[in-house]
């Protein structure tokens, strides 16, 4: 665990601790910052991480040997009685503790404790904090080898779009038969051939299907692809470490020569609102202006409105960006969550503004790692970004 970089964000956030705890991992947080992501637990534990010494740990004492190595003093328990004898003490003289809570759930992401384990700790007399801001710090900002990691994969996933939309181009001139799901397949291949990794197969949606954000082909749910269809790709990897960071883009290309005017104005209002953000997140970076993430979400979705298409806007602009697609720091949301959390240094993020109309859906998505102060420190990571509609014929 991170003990000294946690103990000072906790002096720095005025919390006297950080109480982690899981269930049967109900808590992923708790879990990658113990460590313990990998161990097969069924019993709850508790780590309470002080903001001066050692770690305590309370764990059941039929799970001992997952806890023979970490850090700090472990108490063992056995009954529900003798649990809430260990808490007691294992929280005396602890006035206020972060955990994995949101107040009123607005950050579904970190609402992770359960309502009875924090009425628990609360009625011990501890106020407990929602540990949003703790997490993003610890768990959201990347080290040096993980952002150097994170655009490796990002040249990556681009090169394995490029080949997709090739490819969709030459067996369409070929007069070959393809589907929706013959060209997610091509792409897990790249995958696979480039020692990238997924947690979930690339969306390919042709047409119609493009218009559900997250529509995704499988062997028995797919369509054919033919000259004159439009078609959004939208595909996401890593590197195989269990540290390395996540690429995500999304691209669309008509399978025809001349793009028609009806893709041509949708994708125009979909980029000039992605480009948006990109400048308002450089210029309040360069100005040293705090950047909350519902705000980016207001500047993209205030102008789609304005040009008439807001309602079809139908999720948030962007999410946070881990070793998981979606990571635990700030999203750019002010439609299904309000996130007032913060962009801070060291965060990746992806940006990607859609409008989705009953024939089609356009997206187009980038991702941004704020490596450090200036407006150069904005890098759009998944660069060329998409200035024109494909044409992939």
């Not at 992501?37 to 069924?42: G, L, M, N, Q, V």
């Not at 013959?182 to 790249?190: A, K, P, S, T």
């Not at 997250?214 to 990897?237: C, M, N, R, V």
């Not at 470490?241 to 995500?248: E, I, Q």
Request: proline share 4%; with cysteine.
């Amino acid at each position: 665990m991170k003990i000294t970089e946690i103990q000072n964000e906790l002096t720095d956030l005025d919390l006297d601790a950080w109480l982690l705890y899981d269930f049967r991992g109900i808590n992923p947080i708790a879990q990658n910052v113990a460590g313990l992501a990998e161990a097969h637990i069924t019993r709850r534990w508790f780590c309470l991480i002080p903001k001066h010494g050692e770690p305590r740990w309370l764990v059941h004492r039929i799970e001992t040997s997952n806890f023979t190595r970490v850090q700090g003093q472990v108490t063992l328990y056995a009954g529900w009685e003798e649990l809430n004898d260990a808490i007691r003490t294992l929280l005396v003289d602890v006035k206020t503790v972060a955990m994995e809570y949101s107040p009123n759930a607005e950050i579904p992401y970190i609402s992770r404790v359960d309502a009875g384990t924090l009425e628990w700790i609360r009625s011990l007399g501890v106020d407990v904090q929602t540990s949003a801001e703790l997490a993003q710090r610890i768990e959201a900002r990347l080290n040096e080898a993980q952002a150097t990691g994170h655009q490796l994969s990002a040249k990556l996933v681009l090169q394995a779009k490029d080949y997709a939309f090739n490819w969709i181009g030459s067996q369409l001139r070929n007069g070959k038969t393809i589907t929706e799901y013959d060209v997610q397949q091509e792409i897990l291949g790249q995958f696979a051939a480039m020692d990238l990794v997924t947690d979930h197969p690339p969306i390919v949606a042709a047409n119609a299907k493009s218009s559900d954000p997250h529509y995704a082909p499988s062997a028995t749910d797919t369509q054919e692809i033919k000259a004159g269809d439009f078609i959004l790709i939208d595909l996401w990897a890593k590197q195989k470490d269990p540290d390395a960071v996540f690429a995500d883009t999304t691209w669309v290309a008509y399978a025809g020569k001349t793009v028609p005017s009806q893709y041509i104005e949708i994708f125009d209002i979909v980029k000039a609102a992605r480009d948006r953000a990109i400048r308002f997140i450089q210029e309040r970076w360069e100005a040293e202006v705090p950047i909350h993430g519902y705000e980016v979400d207001d500047c993209v979705r205030g102008y789609i409105t304005e040009k008439g298409y807001g309602e079809y806007f139908i999720h948030r602009t962007g999410h946070n960006i881990g070793t998981v697609i979606h990571g635990n720091g700030a999203n750019l949301d002010n439609l299904e969550t309000r996130d007032a959390r913060a962009l801070i240094p060291g965060v990746c993020f992806s940006i990607e503004p859609g409008i989705y109309l009953t024939a089609f859906g356009v997206r187009t998505e980038v991702d941004v790692f704020l490596a450090g102060p200036g407006r150069d420190g904005v890098k759009v990571t998944t660069a060329p970004v998409q200035n024109q509609v494909l044409s992939l014929l």
